[in-house]
């Protein structure tokens, strides 16, 4: 029998409930409000000491996306009977095939006709108990498909083929593949083309789509990522032809034509919307791929030249590279005084960047704002001089340098120096330092005076994460690195010398090394105060 007390609280708690300003809103917009909260993540600020039991730490627990009808529907009775007889908010919420084909077929039935969303494979404990009825639900539902996303953790894909025009309100695939997992196929998957009409977002991972048969009047969104398979460069702009009003491409491996390629010329392609392309492969490929798109000059754009396979004869070179990059940057609307080059293990990045507004800290570059970037492996055999004179150095106020630099390389760009306001040397070894201050103070005679000039408008020069000082070589305070006395030389020649600022950032170096710039005059000099890996009295002070 039920206790009377409990009765009447339980009624009262229910009258109380009803005067609410929230419970007087009719049902339509009620769902309304629960379509919109669940869309919303969810944040923790207070864990418990079972999750998180470390003293003094609060971390943030974020739930799912898209979970928040779990809230919704445990509220009270009547916010559960609402949220059951509104479609769309169940239309809202991705179905959730890994929990099992009970909650699929609940979530689909309260949906009732309007679109839905998929996501499978994404919980790896739940991988392999899908059965064939993940198969046959979606081909069933495949005319109201609005999104599907499928992760590494479904074995079995090759019926995403089927993901054509019958799928007319399909809007975004996302279905990864990954052939490293124990008992997965060995080779990736294909599939179709995926040729829906409202489709806007196409993301595969080791997936090979027909390209053959695309057709996206509306896909504003296309990434071909992994190692595999690659992609005919042919087949790929034929069917990015068909895409005008694309915003974002990303291509993970582009080849060149295979030789059965019918396609003997192509023409150009207007993408008049892109926004940022990154294309990677071989030379031929990627060398096609921007030769034939014509984009925005505000787009940002990334080229990576990967290094060459046996099959690959490699007839461009460096040069023409270099050729398109220049061509590139010179058709830009906006300005690019900003250029970043870098040198490693074989291979030569150049990025460009736009003028900030805040240009005094525009060095060390960020280097998601680069409007242009280059990647070319396999050039040991070309000088960064060389790279340096095919550039449009005219344009330049602000050089970043990541790169072992000789002494004898500056004479050859004596010229290309002339307009740069800011230099970084950043991720490099002292030696480049030592180089470029040996080769400013040697280009004068013993008078002091010189027919020509090394950097004549520089001002600021930044020190970027230049190790001057470590443990391995066992450096201490009295004992100045070459590099150093070496720029120190520089700077004190005032005559000559131009840099008002001296940053240091990310550097191994002594106080007592920062202290005697300090005493140039008319230098302003700016340190993090780093000496992490410095040896010697000075650290323990310091720290």
């Not at 990334?302 to 058709?331: C, I, K, Q, Y």
């Not at 202290?515 to 323990?540: H, K, N, T, Y």
């Amino acid at each position: 029998m039920d206790d009377p007390a409990s009765t009447d609280t339980v009624a009262a708690r229910r009258h109380a409930n009803a005067l609410r300003p929230i419970s007087k809103l009719p049902p339509e917009l009620l769902a309304r409000i629960f379509c919109a909260y669940a869309a919303l993540p969810k944040y923790n600020e207070a864990p418990s000491a079972a999750e998180y039991s470390l003293e003094d730490k609060v971390i943030s627990y974020r739930r799912q996306i898209g979970t928040g009808w779990l809230d919704i529907v445990q509220v009270c009775h009547e916010w559960r009977e609402t949220a059951f007889e509104c479609p769309a908010l169940w239309s809202s919420v991705p179905l959730p095939l890994d929990w099992g084909q009970h909650w699929a077929r609940q979530f689909s039935a309260r949906s009732g006709a309007l679109p839905i969303d998929i996501v499978v494979g994404r919980e790896p404990e739940r991988r392999g108990l899908m059965g064939d009825w993940v198969e046959d639900f979606v081909k069933a539902h495949k005319f109201r498909l609005r999104k599907l996303v499928v992760g590494f953790f479904v074995v079995d894909k090759n019926w995403i083929h089927e993901l054509d025009v019958d799928t007319p309100v399909l809007t975004h695939v996302d279905a990864g593949y990954s052939y490293s997992w124990p008992g997965d196929y060995a080779e990736y998957i294909h599939g179709g083309s995926f040729a829906a009409p409202k489709l806007r977002d196409l993301v595969l991972f080791s997936f090979s789509p027909d390209l053959s048969r695309a057709s996206w009047p509306n896909l504003r969104n296309l990434q071909l990522g992994g190692r595999e398979p690659s992609v005919d460069v042919s087949l790929l702009l034929s069917a990015l032809a068909t895409a005008p009003l694309l915003e974002r491409l990303l291509i993970g491996q582009v080849h060149r034509a295979s030789p059965t390629s019918t396609q003997s010329t192509i023409p150009m392609i207007h993408l008049d919307h892109l926004e940022r392309m990154d294309v990677t492969g071989q030379f031929g490929g990627v060398m096609t791929v921007w030769k034939t798109l014509v984009v925005p000059s505000s787009a940002m754009v990334r080229f990576s030249f990967e290094e060459p396979t046996d099959e690959d004869d490699r007839e461009g070179d460096l040069n023409t590279v270099l050729t398109a990059t220049r061509r590139h940057m010179d058709r830009s609307v906006h300005p690019l005084p900003g250029l970043s080059l870098q040198s490693y293990q074989d291979t030569i990045t150049i990025a460009a960047y736009r003028e900030r507004e805040d240009s005094e800290d525009i060095l060390p570059f960020k280097e998601d704002t680069s409007v242009i970037k280059v990647e070319y492996y396999q050039c040991s055999s070309y000088e960064l001089p060389s790279v340096m004179r095919a550039l449009p150095m005219h344009a330049c106020k602000y050089l970043q340098l990541s790169a072992m630099i000789e002494r004898f390389w500056w004479d050859r760009v004596l010229a290309e120096t002339a307009h740069i306001e800011a230099l970084c040397l950043s991720d490099s070894n002292p030696e480049t330092t030592e180089n470029l201050a040996k080769a400013v103070s040697y280009s004068f005679d013993d008078k002091g005076e010189t027919d020509s000039t090394f950097f004549p408008r520089l001002h600021t020069l930044h020190l970027y994460r230049v190790l001057y000082g470590s443990r391995s070589d066992s450096s201490q305070p009295d004992v100045v690195p070459p590099a150093l006395v070496a720029l120190r030389e520089w700077l004190e020649r005032r005559d000559h010398c131009g840099v008002r600022k001296l940053r240091i950032q990310g550097c191994s170096v002594f106080p007592e090394w920062v202290d005697m710039f300090r005493q140039i005059d008319g230098l302003a000099v700016e340190w993090d105060g780093d000496v992490r890996l410095c040896m010697g009295p000075s650290l323990g002070a310091t720290s």
